[in-house]
């Protein structure tokens, strides 16, 4: 079995969610679209438990990689994680935006159908950012509605409950942006 197998195993399983749903997430699924015996999923992966705790561990080193990588990209001084923020919120395009929520929101959903404790990860690397933004040195509330503005855009595109136009997503990146400005 190759090394790059736990990474073949995680990514057919995260398709499978992507494709059919969290009710098709089954090991025997995982192994066949991996191209692997079953024998080496479980070699990797003992359950199902298992395999989904392994998604949640590399979203979550994704995640945390990922945002730290756009808080540096940003000028320092008071406002740089929420400026971040709104980056990775708003500055890609509509389609790394598509595939950068319907492989969390895969990674997600199967854990939370599955047993929503095993997001612990997830909400680490979330708690740490949140712990940003608070020391961020902006007025109360403007860091963290910033954040909740790009994490209720995240969950209307995980939950196909509304896409904002272009025009509407520049006017509220214009909206939070102001926020940015009231920074002592």
Known sequence: MTSDART???DAAEAIVRARGV?????????????VSK???LYHFSSKEALITGLLG???EWMALDFEACVASQPEGPGRVAR???AWAFELTPEAMNERCDRA???????????PALLGPIRAV???????????GLPSGHGHAIMAAGDGLFMARV????????????????????????AP
């Open 8 to 10: 073949r195993i995680l």
């Open 23 to 35: 009710s098709g997430l089954t090991l025997d699924a995982a192994a066949r679209q991996a191209g």
């Open 39 to 41: 024998g080496g999923l």
């Open 58 to 60: 590399r979203m979550a």
């Open 84 to 86: 971040a923020m709104l």
């Open 105 to 115: 929101a895969a990674v997600f959903l199967a854990a939370f159908h599955h047993d």
């Open 126 to 136: 979330i708690a740490r950012m949140r712990e940003a933004v608070a020391a961020d």
């Open 159 to 182: 939950f196909g409950l509304y896409t904002p136009t272009e025009q509407e997503r520049h006017a509220m990146h214009a909206a939070l942006s102001r926020l940015l400005e009231a």
